[in-house]
């Protein structure tokens, strides 16, 4: 194994299951092809290689190098079920690899007795979106009918017209002959091809990231909720069944004659009536919020500058153990303007850590562009919405969590400035 490469993994290796070390997996994932086989002998926790403390940023990167030597390793995490996260993302990581994966989830399809472990397997078929992987998911819509809502979902990934038919006629043929919300918005997104960001195609940087107010999980989509309630589903059919048997099951016609997405709704300022945009991530009016946003932006960066924080994964780092500090505060009142301004800090290094922008030196040349522009059109004087600002530079050395506040206020850093 290269010195480079043994570095990287042996750093990303190291980091606790709460870290997401980005900068460093971008370096691997640029490495390709030739980083597989160290990544793989890190998860088998071969003799000479660092031992994950967690394999979920292993498994991703597998997933963005997007090479068949991935495939078995990748089935092997799909299968562990019992590890819902890692499942998915190896899920998800098949997908992305896509063609070359396809006959080892039609074995699993086909042959695997474990209902969840197939289920992962049909959304993978789904992701990939290859006209092989349709016909199999076609075949099993009549040989799997115990799925066949998983199978339907898959099956909307296609936005074939004539599948919705097909789904329509297996769902009256269910033994069950109750109503499936699941089955009955497959069959309307068949027809209707509203846009959608499969979870595939969203930024890894962001997407995988563990959150603690996700449970320290990466943010759930519809695969993931699919599997919970199944799950709930098998330990409680009787009580299930009662209730989908009070629900009035749809015709054809009346699936197809619904809006299952609803009306877009734009957002306008109340103030001027203006559209809202959005600025580095947060949603502004031109006139009278831009600036002011951008100048909390601004200020919340040059803090953690001082403070001695460089980059944007450890300020999103610093930010989640705000997060689980800020949520067990007596104060409501102090909790929530706490909680409001950490969600815009979250937001804000999202947006930049998508672009690629890891410096804070880097993130705040670009905000004092977007500060300078958006104070020409400022219209009104809300003042600084900046509170509890360090009143004393600390150098270019980091602060303590538990280390006195070096704004002089008696206080743990993390109750006073560490905690804007």
């Known amino acids: 194994m290269a010195e480079d490469m043994k570095e990287l993994l042996q750093k990303i290796c190291a980091c606790e299951t ?28 071969e003799a000479g290689f660092p031992h994950p403390e967690d394999d979920l940023p292993l498994l991703v990167m597998l997933g963005e190098i997007r090479s068949p030597k991935a495939i078995d390793i990748l089935i092997k995490y799909l299968r562990d079920v019992k590890n819902d996260i890692t499942a998915e993302v190896a899920c998800e990581g098949l997908a992305k690899i896509g063609i070359p994966a396809i006959p080892s989830l039609k074995e699993i ?36 009918r115990k799925l066949a809502s998983a199978i339907a979902l898959a099956l909307s990934r296609y ?6 038919e097909r789904i329509y006629r297996i769902y009256q043929e269910l033994t069950e002959n109750i109503f499936n919300p699941d089955i009955e918005e497959s069959i309307w997104f ?15 940087r962001v997407r995988y990231r563990r959150l603690p107010h996700h449970g320290w999980s990466p943010a759930i989509n519809g695969l993931g909720i699919m599997a919970i309630a199944y799950k709930a589903i098998m330990t409680n059919r009787e009580g299930l069944r009662g209730v989908r048997k009070n629900l009035k099951r749809l015709s054809l016609d009346e ?3 619904q809006n299952m997405i609803g009306p877009k709704k734009e957002e306008f300022c109340e103030d001027c009536k ?20 951008a100048v ?11 403070l001695g924080y460089t980059n944007v994964p450890e300020i999103l780092d610093l930010l989640d153990d705000l997060y689980e500090e800020t949520k067990n505060r007596k104060n409501k009142t102090e909790q929530k303007n706490d909680m409001e301004k950490i969600s815009m800090q979250y937001i ?22 977007i500060k300078e522009d958006a104070e020409k059109n400022y219209k009104i004087d809300f003042g600084s919405i900046m509170q509890n600002q360090p009143k004393k530079q600390a150098g270019n050395r980091k602060i303590g969590r538990n280390e006195p506040c070096p704004c002089e206020s008696g206080k743990k850093y993390k109750k006073c400035c560490g905690a804007i």
């Open 18 to 45: 709460a870290s997401y070390p980005v900068i460093e997996m971008e370096k691997v994932i640029n490495l390709g092809e030739a980083a597989v086989p160290a990544i793989i002998s890190c998860l088998k926790e």
């Open 109 to 144: 399809v086909t042959a695997e007795k474990n209902d969840i472990i197939r289920l992962y397997a049909y959304a993978a078929l789904g992701y990939i979106r290859n006209e092989e992987a349709h016909e199999i998911l076609i075949t099993q819509l009549e040989m799997d």
């Open 159 to 164: 936005k074939k017209k004539e599948d919705a």
């Open 190 to 204: 068949c027809v209707n091809p509203a846009p959608e960001i499969l979870p595939i195609d969203k930024n890894w």
């Open 255 to 257: 699936i197809l004659s």
């Open 274 to 293: 203006k559209r809202i945009v959005y600025q580095a991530g947060l949603p502004i009016c031109p006139d009278h919020t831009a600036y002011p946003i």
């Open 296 to 306: 909390f932006q601004e200020e919340f960066i040059k803090a953690y500058l001082r």
């Open 348 to 369: 804000t290094m999202y947006y930049f850590i998508e672009r690629r922008t890891y410096s804070l030196q880097d993130a705040l040349r670009e905000l004092s562009i």
